[in-house]
């Protein structure tokens, strides 16, 4: 059984907003962080935006920073991610990813693969210029 389950992606216009959407299944209670990451092509997987300490710390990569905001939604257990003012430097496939590792973050965010152990199956975003 998939534990997350992307949606949202698409084809948008250079300037516009996307909003993907993770579900995410009975991990979610134990699951300490929760991050987006993006990969297109000859290019490294990496992290975009996180969420960790509790939902109170938030991560964005500087390519992204004032762009794209991470939100968990408790009730619904779902993980968002608003893009707005996308570039075509933003087309990736997109992965949401969840972690259960007891490491506090306290010296760095988890925004690298190696920190998460639960990912989605990607979703694919192509902004047009």
């Known amino acids: 059984q998939t534990l997350l389950e992307e949606s949202g992606g698409g084809s948008v216009q250079a300037g516009g907003s996307l909003r993907l959407s993770c579900k995410l299944s009975?991990?979610?209670?134990?699951?300490?962080?929760m991050g987006w990451f993006r990969q297109s092509p000859g290019k490294a997987r990496e992290g975009v935006a996180a969420?960790?300490?509790?939902?109170?710390?938030?991560y964005y990569a500087d390519s992204v920073k004032g762009r794209f905001t991470i939100v968990h939604d408790d009730p619904e257990d779902t993980l968002y991610l608003q893009m707005n003012d996308l570039t075509a430097e933003d087309s990736a496939v997109y992965y949401c990813?969840?972690?259960?590792?007891?490491?506090?973050?306290?010296?760095?965010?988890?925004?690298?693969?190696?920190?998460?152990?639960?990912w989605g199956q990607g979703t694919q975003v192509i902004v047009s210029s």
């Open positions: 009975g991990f979610a209670a134990t699951a300490r962080y």
């Open positions: 969420l960790f300490d509790r939902d109170s710390s938030q």
């Open positions: 990813a969840a972690g259960v590792f007891s490491t506090s973050w306290s010296t760095r965010p988890p925004n690298t693969p190696g920190d998460y152990n639960y």
